[in-house]
C-alpha cells in the first residue's frame, strides 16, 4: 500500500519559518520525483518545488529563495523548507511522487500564514 504523510504544517505570523515533511512508503522511493503542491481556497493546485530521483531541484517563481526542497532516499522522506513566509503562502500542501505514469498523493497539511 501506498502511503504518503505530510506533516509540518500549522499557523505561523508573516516572516516565519515552517519545516514540511512527507515520509513515503510503499514504492521504490529513490526512483521517483517528488514534489509539493499548494491550493489555496478557490484556487487552482500549483506546484511549487519538485525534486528529480536525481535531486535537481525546481521552484515556482513565488517561492524562489525563500523555499527549499530536498529529499532523504535513505529515510523515504521529501522536505520543505519554508522561509520568510507571506500570507499568500497560506494553502493545503500536498505531497505528490510520480514516475512515468504512476502518481501518487498525500492528504495534506495546512500552512497558514498570517498576524
Known amino acids: 500500500q501506498v502511503q504518503l504523510v505530510e506533516s509540518g504544517g500549522g499557523l505561523v505570523q508573516p516572516g516565519g519559518s515552517l519545516r514540511l515533511s512527507c515520509a513515503v512508503s510503499?514504492?521504490?522511493?529513490?526512483?521517483?520525483?517528488m514534489g509539493w503542491y499548494r491550493q489555496a481556497p478557490g484556487k487552482q493546485r500549483e506546484l511549487v518545488a519538485g525534486i528529480t530521483s536525481g535531486g535537481t531541484p525546481t521552484y515556482v517563481d513565488s517561492v524562489k529563495g525563500r523555499f527549499t526542497i530536498s529529499r532523504d532516499n535513505a529515510w523515504n522522506t521529501v522536505y520543505l523548507q519554508m522561509n520568510s513566509l507571506k500570507p499568500e503562502d497560506t494553502a493545503l500542501y500536498y505531497c505528490?511522487?510520480?514516475?512515468?505514469?504512476?502518481?501518487?498523493w498525500g492528504q495534506g497539511t495546512q500552512v497558514t500564514v498570517s498576524s
Open positions: 510503499g514504492i521504490s522511493f529513490n526512483i521517483y520525483d
Open positions: 505528490n511522487a510520480h514516475f512515468v505514469t504512476r502518481n501518487h
